[in-house]
């Protein structure tokens, strides 16, 4: 069923003659606008303008677990039990082993006991395991008051390598949202999955670090050949940035841009009516091996970028010299969640303000929204493309707005782990216009 309704007209921008179209999902329509303009701000005509009345509902959605408030298999210490506050707790990170999920859990606020842990991988769907803290509870003394930087302090993510290594990349940033402590310069340790003991830890150099420094997200890029020349690409989200570290020579260096940076005028947030600003810069980011390209995005920005990992390995720049950064194109919306299908490099993202999780092939500028559901997908904070789950995607959803408001509420279901099987249900919508030329 087509109805014919008034088409909001949506700003663009143009290098080149070329212009950006964005995808628009809201209330469970498709509503699409491509625009060509002559120079900025100016419109010239409208192209294409489609409302589609569509059957992009939950159907695509698997609900792997859910969660009211997060449980944990506490070990008998008073200080720990006493200090446990679930309703500050909320997951940011999640890797897909073969037997088991790792959860990224960053001390937000007080109360979290522990920052990593794991639940078995196959579950009854939709069930709450309780989680089990990783490697073990000696490495979560902090919420006790050992503040041992051997240990962790607040890890946003974690991922795994090709040698069965997991990068955990700890903030050293305790109660981030209320007082931002800083109790350890962050550090990534690298854990050894089969016999869950660490076999190497990188304590970043002061010369990548500022005052504000809040390392968030990390990619892992074995496109060198061997796990032991892996490059490391981190961002730095509270003091805008990108750190790259190189394993083989054991060094880091910094990048600064403003694409990195939140825009002011994307800093609000609105969540099935709910809202809230935060003005955090580059978050999200996603690796094509293929295309040799690092995409990012702050979450204050409907932008999504791109930086060859080319210039990003060769070492920090020469006075002067400008990193060559590429707008890839506009969301309808913030996001968090971004990763890449390493097997056709298409980028899947997940605009807030839709709870929606859609994907765009560059290459071929096929379009698809694989998944809405304003209940069940609301803040996307994180998207995996699970290789040991044949391409499908996995990610997190949170009610993020409730918790950073102090509003969460046990008895509603807060946090979930989805999962999206790659299936022909698909809805797609193939254009015959180009964004991705910037």
């Avoid at 890797?95 to 790792?102: G, Q, V």
């Avoid at 997991?166 to 981030?176: E, F, I």
């Avoid at 295309?291 to 060859?308: C, I, M």
């Avoid at 390493?342 to 994907?359: H, K, N, V």
Wanted: contains cysteine; charged residues 20%.
């Amino acid at each position: 069923m087509i109805l014919a309704q008034p088409c909001e007209t949506v700003r663009t921008t143009v290098t080149a003659g070329v212009s950006s179209g964005r995808l628009l999902l809201s209330f469970g329509f498709i509503v699409f606008c491509v625009v060509i303009m002559m120079e900025p701000n100016k419109l010239l005509g409208l192209i294409s303008c489609l409302l589609v009345v569509t059957a992009v509902t939950a159907e695509n959605l698997e609900i792997v677990n859910q969660w009211g408030f997060l449980e944990f298999e506490l070990p008998y210490d008073y200080d720990l039990i006493n200090n446990y506050r679930p309703e500050n707790i909320l997951f940011t990170g999640l890797e897909i082993a073969r037997d088991r999920l790792f959860l990224a859990m960053p001390r937000l606020r007080a109360g979290v006991p522990a920052t990593i842990a794991t639940i078995p991988r196959h579950t009854p769907p939709g069930s709450s395991p309780v989680l089990q803290a990783y490697p073990s509870w000696d490495f979560h003394g902090a919420e006790r008051g050992d503040l041992n930087c051997t240990g962790f302090i607040s890890v946003y993510r974690m991922r795994q390598d090709k040698c069965g290594r997991l990068w955990v990349l700890d903030s050293g940033v305790m109660t981030s949202i209320d007082d931002f402590r800083r109790v350890c310069d962050p550090k990534i340790v690298i854990i050894d999955m089969h016999t869950d003991l660490p076999v190497r830890t990188v304590v970043f150099p002061r010369e990548v670090l500022r005052p504000a420094s809040l390392f968030t997200n990390l990619i892992v890029d074995e496109s060198q050949g061997s796990c032991d020349s892996a490059f490391a690409y981190i961002s730095d989200t509270a003091a805008p940035g990108i750190v790259v570290y190189d394993s083989r020579q054991d060094r880091a260096w910094r990048f600064i841009h403003p694409a990195m940076f939140p825009d002011p005028d994307f800093g609000d947030y609105d969540i099935q009516g709910e809202k809230f600003t935060l003005m955090d810069g580059v978050v999200g980011l996603a690796h094509s091996a293929n295309l040799g390209q690092l995409y990012f995005q702050p979450l204050a920005t409907d932008r999504l970028f791109s930086v060859p990992t080319g210039v990003l390995k060769k070492g920090p720049l020469a006075e002067f010299e400008e990193l060559p950064i590429a707008l890839v194109g506009h969301k309808s919306s913030q996001g968090v969640g971004l990763t890449v299908d390493p097997r056709d490099d298409t980028i899947y993202f997940s605009p807030l303000t839709e709870t929606a999780i859609a994907s765009w092939q560059p290459g071929t500028n096929e379009q698809k929204v694989i998944a809405y559901d304003p209940t069940r997908l609301q803040f996307t904070s994180e998207l995996r493309c699970a290789e040991l789950d044949g391409g499908n995607i996995w990610g997190l959803s949170t009610r993020f707005q409730r918790f950073f408001k102090r509003q969460a509420r046990a008895e509603e279901i807060n946090l979930r782990i989805i999962r999206i099987p790659k299936s022909p249900r698909y809805h797609h919508f193939g254009f015959g216009y180009n964004n991705t030329v910037f």
